[in-house]
């Protein structure tokens, strides 16, 4: 697999949901939406991208706040880093790009979105595949400490405007790079084409502000949506896998599977021998995951 399948497609901005979305187009056959989560882009995919575009027509967002989008400021109540607010943008995404109907592969906060997609935009989105990530409402009224410790940057960067803003801005290489080392493995799963990809776009303006809110959000606004929609009864319709590192945290700490079933009708999955960054960290791995659910071998 060669870095260039991925990098050097164009990125193009679309002009959707009152925000510009950037995002990489490519391949054949039906659609997959590519999301992507902290503090990266579209660029986890590109190992998995030769493959995946041999059997489906890929598109490989970043998320406002994240990449090359938009990075709207912060608005009251976080309202514009809600993950209903950026499910609405990727389901516009999709549909201009003539995309009715889709599947979904997702990673971390991509996948957060993805469920909130799966939740508001439940015709549109025909499977879903998730990375390492449990619902958002059960993983913070289940916090432990191990869990918090572990992950730490969902507790730091809730913190009021501008702390933490100001400190990653002193050296957002510094921050992006001790948050994707602080995990098994370190730094060394990553491309030095994709971490490039990475540190440029931590030092575009907003960066700091986007990531900041998307978690100030899920901490506020989108556990306020979580609650209503539970209590209404909504689920996931559509079939979901749920994939986690067995050396990550999400999975010590949490009954995965358990939670995903109680909120969802269809959901299969379990354990890879990864952290956190699966699609980086074992490539083969996911592929394989992937061709099984969603059909292609």
Known sequence: MSDSDFFDLPIRLH???????AARVGGDGPPLLL??????????????????????TCVAADLRGYGDSDKPPAAPGHAAHSKRVMAADMAALMRALGHERYEVLAHDRGARVAHRLGLDHWQAVTRMMLLDIAPTLDMYENTTRAFAQAY??????????????????????????????????????F???????????ARLPGWATGICEDYRASATVDLEHDRQGRAAGERLRMPVRALWGE???????FDVLALWRAIADQVDGGSLPGAHYLAEEIPDQVLREAAAFFGWR
């Open 15 to 21: 002009a959707v949901n009152g925000v510009r979305i």
């Open 35 to 56: 999301l992507h989560g902290h503090p990266q882009t579209s660029a986890i995919w590109h190992r998995l991208w030769p493959q995946l575009t041999r059997h489906r």
């Open 152 to 189: 730490f940057h969902w507790f730091w960067l809730i913190q009021p405007a501008p702390m933490p803003e100001t400190m990653i801005e002193r050296d957002p290489v510094f921050y992006l790079r001790s948050v994707m080392g602080g995990r098994p493995g370190g730094l060394a799963h």
């Open 191 to 201: 491309s030095a084409r994709a971490m490039a990809e990475y540190e440029r776009v």
């Open 247 to 253: 050396r990550g945290a999400v999975g010590r700490n």
